[in-house]
């Protein structure tokens, strides 16, 4: 279980990212995050794992705190910790084998990260793990011959061999066709019931958070203001999240509604909201 307390992030220039945002994510559930540009999607992501790190607040994992640990034991807390990346993060001149290999590199001396010496069991569950997202065959290709949505799978694939308590999701479709985008969908779902991971996506299609999320989180500005399921995120509810509407009085509720924040992150533009 993920369970994330008052997390806050400063930058130096006095620019509030998160102001106190809260969230349990747990199970195999599916947990989408949307929002407009700028409201803290990516930088929540980023500060669970540690790649950003928060001025303030609690991150902690099945009852492990990590934004306490360093060196070492933050190495070992991030094994836990599969991350999806939404330009891919692959070595673009190694095979995809290799890239997919380099989700064991927090298991392995640092020699034999260097040689790339990999045991025989995890190159056994290379072949499996490819063979599930549909890139059988494709193990000895380099990974700058393949497509957007070949790649996206070789990173999902990278994050499945980690056996990862949870998967943090950046963005896995800003940069696919539709058809890609719901393949990928598909995909991570999938992975969450089977394997009993639960899932946290940072999103910009909300059309693809209501399909395929059992609940939604709206940020704006480092705020939650918005948490519930597909059926909540009625009219009213948009509105909130991505022009700051307040919610008239006498209104029906629309999700749950939570803390504060600021604009502090730099992305693709977010608020892309179906039309009904």
């Known amino acids: 279980m993920l369970s994330v307390t008052d997390l806050q992030k400063t930058y130096p220039s006095g620019d509030e990212a998160l102001k106190g945002v809260s969230l349990d994510v747990t199970g195999s559930e599916t947990v989408a995050m949307i929002g407009p540009s700028g409201a803290g999607k990516s930088t929540f992501i980023r500060c669970v794992n540690r790649l950003t790190e928060p001025t303030g607040g609690s991150v902690e994992l ?7 640990l360093s060196g070492k034991e933050l190495r070992n807390a991030r094994r836990d910790m599969g991350m999806i990346f939404q330009e891919y993060n692959l070595i673009e001149r190694l095979t995809v084998m290799e890239n997919v290999l380099s989700g064991r590199l927090g298991y392995v001396s640092t020699w034999d990260a260097f040689r790339r010496k990999f045991a025989g069991d995890d190159i056994e569950r290379a072949y499996e793990v490819l063979e599930r997202v549909g890139l059988g065959g494709h193990e000895n290709n380099r990974a700058d011959e393949l497509s957007g949505g070949q790649r996206q799978r070789v990173g999902i694939a990278r994050a499945i061999l980690q056996r990862p308590k949870i998967l943090l999701v950046d963005e896995p479709t800003s940069s696919l066709d539709p058809e890609s985008s719901r393949a990928v969908m598909d995909l991570l779902t999938e992975i969450a019931a089977e394997d009993d991971i639960p ?29 519930g399921g ?11 999240i991505y022009r700051g509407e307040e919610i008239p009085e006498g209104a029906g509720p629309t999700g749950k509604v939570a803390e504060a924040g600021t604009p502090g992150e730099s992305s693709q533009e977010e608020g892309q909201i179906r039309r009904g």
């Not at 099945?62 to 306490?68: A, N, P, Q, R, Y």
């Not at 899932?199 to 939650?224: P, T």
């Open 199 to 227: 899932v946290l996506i940072n999103i910009h299609e909300v059309d693809l958070a209501e399909e395929y999320a059992g609940r939604i989180v709206g940020l704006r500005d480092g705020q939650k203001v918005f948490e």
């Open 230 to 240: 597909p059926d909540d995120l009625d009219e009213t509810a948009r509105g909130q």
């Open 62 to 68: 099945d009852g492990l705190e990590i934004t306490g």
